[in-house]
Every structure is written in C-alpha cells, then in structure tokens.
T-cell receptor, first 115, second 116 residues
Framework: ETGVTQSPTHLIKTRGQQVTLRCSSQ?????VSWYQQALGQGPQFIFQ???????GRGNFPPRFSGLQFPNYSSELNVNALELDDSALYLC??????????????FGPGTRLTVL | AQSVTQLGSHVSVSEGALVLLRCNYS??????LFWYVQYPNQGLQLLLK??????LVKGINGFEAEFKKSETSFHLTKPSAHMSDAAEYFC??????????????FGTGTRLTIIP
C-alpha cells in the first residue's frame, strides 16, 4: 500500500510569484486535506477536497486555491506569494465515505520558502 | 467549534522516566481526538486516536492516552522514555457529522526532549 506522497520536497520562490504543490493520496482514499504549518506552530487547515469538490475551507485568502483530480491526487496553488506564506505545507488523505472513525494520514510535506 | 490546548510547549524527561504530555479539548459535540508525532523535517505520523470506543487508547511505540470527559482531557503517556521519542507532539480534535471528513484542529505542539 502506497502512502501519501508530496512534491516537491523543498521550494524557494520570491514575493509575488505563484507556486503549485502536489499530493498523491493513499490508495483507496478519496479525500485530501491541505494544512499550512508555520515554523513553531501547529498545522492550520487550508481546505479539503472530497471526490473532486471543495468540501470545507479554513481562514485563508482566495489566492490559496486547489484542485482534485479523478484519481484523487490534488494540487495546492498559491498566487501572489507573500513572505508569510513561508511554511511547511502538509497534505493528508482519508476515506471520506461516511466513516466517522476515519483517520487522516499525512505526507512528508513541502517546505516553501518565500524570499 | 473545536479547539485543543497543549500545556507546556517544551517537556524534558530523563531516559527511562515517565512521559506525560497534556492536552485539553473544547468541543460542542462529542469529539474525536488524535495524537500525532512529528520528527524533524518530516510530516505527521499518527500515534493513536480516540473515536468514542474505549476511553483508554493504546498507540504505537508504547504510547497511550486516556479520554476523560469530566476533565475534557486527552493526555498522552508512556511509562519509560526512549531516546527515539524525542520529537514534536501534536494533539488534534475533530468533530463528527457522520461523514468523517471534517477538518482537524491542532494544538500548538509540545517538543519532547529526552535527557540521557
């Protein structure tokens, strides 16, 4: 069984640029959630995709957007990068089919540095 | 709305000593609670979870946690610390609406240091 994978592992961008982060969900999972973890903080929920539809969003501006593909992999796009966007971006997959006890399994993360 | 508070951003224990990491939750509905561990430069690994079955939950690597509704707590313990336990630990809460895909709300984390 393949776990959650993310690419790239590290990324350096400058202010104002755009970035795309990718996540492949665990086999059998149809839900992907994205989290931002700033240095020294706990992860903060950005949004979630369930069967290719956005299914909940945290307190992040519209320049954070996402996509989920038919194979349930997902992308996180951030436009007009700001210095405060520097963080570890974590993707988690789960099976969202009305299973209350389901668990989110996390990938290794993408470390984004904005200069 | 759900939230968790982790008491103590840094905890140091001697190798072989008891590990106790504290987590208190706030939830308007019966919560699901989780403990995750994060090693340096890595993602989050699930240690254990409470999903309204047994109140004492056993996880990986010898960790366990007890759900106490009266105290709104879900503290993580391990009887004997090992050097490999040094990491950041996060408590998280999730409500449930029957669909099981609600967001996780994390605490700010506790960094555990093991003293040789």
């Amino acid at each position: 069984e393949t776990g959650v994978t993310q690419s790239p592992t590290h990324l350096i961008k400058t202010r104002g640029q755009q970035v795309t982060l990718r996540c492949s969900s665990q086999s059998g999972h149809n839900t992907v959630s994205w989290y931002q973890q700033a240095l020294g903080q706990g992860p903060q929920f950005i949004f979630q995709y369930y069967r290719e539809e956005e299914n909940g969003r945290g307190n992040f501006p519209p320049r954070f957007s996402g996509l989920q593909f038919p194979n349930y992999s997902s992308e996180l796009n951030v436009n007009a990068l700001e210095l405060d966007d520097s963080a570890l971006y974590l993707c988690a997959s789960s099976s969202g089919d009305k299973i209350p006890q389901n668990t989110q399994y996390f990938g290794p993360g993408t470390r984004l540095t904005v200069l | 709305a759900q939230s968790v508070t982790q008491l103590g951003s840094h905890v140091s224990v001697s190798e072989g000593a008891l590990v106790l990491l504290r987590c208190n939750y706030s939830s308007s509905v019966p919560p699901y609670l989780f403990w995750y561990v994060q090693y340096p430069n890595q993602g989050l690994q699930l240690l254990l979870k409470y999903t309204s079955a047994a109140t004492l939950v056993k996880g990986i690597n010898g960790f366990e946690a007890e759900f106490k509704k009266s105290e709104t707590s879900f503290h993580l313990t391990k009887p004997s610390a090992h050097m490999s336990d040094a990491a950041e630990y996060f408590c998280a809460v999730r409500g449930h609406n029957g669909f099981g895909n609600e967001k996780l709300t994390f605490g700010t984390g506790t960094r555990l240091t093991i003293i040789p």
